[in-house]
C-alpha cells in the first residue's frame, strides 16, 4: 500500500474531501468550528487515512490529535509534523489543512521515518476567543481553569464542548508536551500573502512568526438626540471612533515604512445605541498590531495611546483602552531551516526566505521544541476567504522538501 513517493492526486483528493466538510455551502466558504461536526468529520477522516497506513491514535487532554506508528522512535525523539482543522466562519479551504494534508502524506510515504502527525485544537481563535488553544496549552501557556473560561456561541466553555473529543483537565498536568520526546516541530501553511505568489515562487522557509498585540478601545462621549442637539454641543462618541480608526491606519503606514512587516488593523466596530436617530454615546472597537520585534511593538503600543488620548481630549470624549493579548514575536529554528535549505538543494529546488505576518501553531511549539515553517504561494494573497487558493504543484514541492528533511 505505501510508496515512496509524495503523491499529488492523494494530496489533492485529501484537500477536496476535508473541503466538503463545513457548516455552510462551499461557496460562501467552508466553516468548521472546532468541536463541530464537521471539524469532527474532518479529524476523523485524518485519523482513518493515518490508521490505514498503520498509524495509532492518540488524542490529548487538550483536544490535539497524534497519530504515529506503534514501533516509531524506540524511545528516541521524532519528528512532529501538522496544523490545524478549524477554520474561520466561511473561510477559505486551505488554511491549516494543507499542512495536516503534506504531514498525512508524509507519513504515508515514509514508514521508516520517526514521524508524528498532529492536529491542533482551536488554532484560528474563532471559536473560543483565542487563538491557538490547542498547542498554547500543550506547551503549558494556558491553565485548565483558563480553558474553562472560554466560551463558544453556544455558552459551551473549551472544556465542556471538547469533552467529547478528548479534553480532560484531570491529564492536562501530564499530558503537557515533552520536549524529550520530540527532535522538532514542523509546520506547513499557505503564505496569507503576496510575495510568494507574485515571484513565482512555489515555497519558502519562514525566518520567524511576528508577534501580536490585540486591544480592545473605547470612547464614551453622551448620547443625545440626533434632530435636537446642535453640531457645536456634542460629544459623539463614533466620530471620535472615526478619526481614530483613520489614525491607526496612518500610524500602521508610518511603523511599516520604518520597520517592515508592522501592520495595524482596526476589525470589529460596536455602536451604543446603534439607533439612526441617536448620536452614539459609546463607540468600541478592536486593533490587531503586528511587528518582528517586542521594541516596536512597545513603541507602536505607545503612539497609539498617545493618539488616542490626543483625539480624546480635543473632543470632549473619555478614552479606555484594555489589553487583550499579549504574543511575542517567534524566531523559528535556525538548524531547522538549514536542513529545510539542504532539502531543497538536494531536490534540485530553491528555497527563499519569508517572515510570517500572521501567527501560527508553530510559534507556540517554539516555546519548548525547535521549530520551523514552509510556506506556500497563496494566489494573490488571499486567505480567510473562499478564494483563498494554492497550486496543487505547489503544496507537492512543499510536501517533498518536508520528506527529504525527516529523511535526513
Not at 200 to 217: L, S
Not at 238 to 253: F, K, P, Y
Not at 332 to 361: N, Y
Not at 373 to 384: E, K, T
Amino acid at each position: 500500500m505505501n510508496t515512496t513517493q509524495i503523491s499529488a492526486q492523494r494530496i489533492a483528493a485529501d484537500i477536496e474531501t476535508i473541503g466538503s466538510l463545513s457548516e455552510c455551502d462551499p461557496a460562501i466558504g467552508y466553516s468548521r468550528p472546532t468541536f463541530s461536526d464537521p471539524w469532527r468529520e474532518a479529524r476523523d477522516y485524518v485519523i482513518a487515512e493515518g490508521e490505514r497506513f498503520g498509524g495509532e491514535t492518540r488524542i490529548d487532554a487538550f483536544g490535539n490529535v497524534h497519530i504515529r506508528r506503534a514501533e516509531t522512535g524506540g524511545g528516541r525523539p521524532v519528528w512532529l509534523c501538522g496544523s490545524h482543522l478549524d477554520s474561520v466562519p466561511s473561510g477559505g479551504k486551505y488554511d491549516g489543512v494543507m499542512g495536516v494534508v503534506i504531514a498525512l502524506e508524509v507519513f504515508r510515504v515514509a514508514p521508516d521515518v520517526p514521524l508524528e502527525v498532529i492536529i491542533f485544537a482551536e488554532e484560528e481563535g474563532t471559536t473560543f476567543g483565542v487563538g491557538m488553544l490547542g498547542s498554547r496549552s500543550w506547551a503549558g501557556e494556558v491553565s485548565p481553569t483558563q480553558l474553562a473560561a472560554l466560551k463558544n456561541r453556544h455558552g459551551l466553555s473549551f472544556v465542556e464542548a471538547g469533552a467529547l473529543y478528548g479534553v480532560d483537565p484531570r491529564r492536562m498536568e501530564a499530558d503537557r508536551l515533552h520536549r524529550e520526546q520530540y527532535r522538532g516541530m514542523i509546520e506547513v501553511h499557505a503564505e496569507q500573502g503576496l510575495e510568494l505568489w507574485k515571484t513565482g515562487i512555489p515555497a519558502a522557509a519562514v525566518t520567524r512568526i511576528n508577534g501580536r498585540r490585540e486591544y480592545e478601545v473605547r470612547f464614551s462621549g453622551q448620547g443625545n438626540h440626533a434632530g435636537s442637539t446642535r453640531m457645536t454641543d456634542r460629544r459623539d462618541a463614533l466620530t471620535g471612533a472615526s478619526e481614530a480608526i483613520l489614525m491607526i491606519e496612518a500610524l500602521g503606514r508610518r511603523l511599516d515604512q520604518e520597520q517592515q512587516h508592522s501592520v495595524m488593523t482596526v476589525g470589529c466596530v460596536r455602536v451604543q445605541p446603534n439607533a439612526m436617530n441617536v448620536i452614539p454615546g459609546q463607540a468600541i472597537f478592536t486593533v490587531d498590531f503586528r511587528a518582528q520585534e517586542e521594541q516596536i511593538l512597545d513603541n507602536g503600543e505607545q503612539r497609539l495611546r498617545e493618539e488616542l488620548d490626543r483625539i480624546a481630549v480635543q473632543r470632549d470624549l473619555g478614552v479606555e483602552v484594555a489589553v487583550n493579548e499579549r504574543v511575542s514575536p517567534s524566531p523559528l529554528d535556525e538548524t531547522l531551516r538549514k536542513l529545510f535549505q539542504e532539502a531543497a538543494r538536494r531536490l534540485g529546488k530553491t528555497l527563499p526566505e519569508v517572515p510570517s505576518g500572521a501567527l501560527h501553531d508553530a510559534a507556540r511549539i517554539a516555546t519548548c521544541l525547535p521549530a520551523g515553517m514552509l510556506f506556500v504561494g497563496s494566489r494573490d494573497g488571499i486567505s480567510h476567504d473562499p478564494r483563498e487558493y494554492s497550486r496543487n504543484e505547489d503544496i507537492v514541492e512543499a510536501a517533498e522538501i518536508v520528506l527529504e528533511t525527516v529523511r535526513g
